[in-house]
């Protein structure tokens, strides 16, 4: 089970009962390399926002978890932490928290000449999202869109 995808999965998979028992919202797990480091992260958030007990905690017991189950053959360095503000948007439940926020959208090739764009977020489904800009709406192909994050105004 060496997959990226697969360890992602089996990961959420292990973690989502911690997480539900908390209270806790899984926002995301990856696993990447960095350099010559595997790292396993996994972010979680609650409402109030997650802190460093809570981070300890998930970590302890997912820890636990993947010690005993060993389907990850390399090293890794295990994460866990707040998403952050600039988190991107990537889930279904993440697109639904967000409707009438503002976005920013920063795509693989340009729009009508542009790469980036902000705006409301309408709607969305599987294969798109429709953003309010200034005088239009704009349905984009969610496989044209490199991020996707809240905007964020200070």
Known sequence: MARRADIELRTEQLVQPIVDEN???LVDV???KEGANWYLRVYADKEGGIN???CVLLSRALEAKLDEEDFIEDAYIL???SPGLGRPLKKDKDFER??????????YRPIEKQKEWEGTLVSYDTE?????LEEK????AR????????ALDF
């Open 23 to 25: 209270h806790f919202e």
């Open 30 to 32: 990856e696993y990447v």
């Open 52 to 54: 460093i007990d809570d």
């Open 79 to 81: 994460e866990v932490s």
């Open 98 to 107: 967000s409707l009438g926020k503002d976005i920013e959208i920063k795509l």
């Open 128 to 132: 798109s999202i429709t953003v309010r």
């Open 137 to 140: 709406e704009m349905t984009i």
């Open 143 to 150: 496989n044209d869109i490199a991020l996707v994050r809240l």
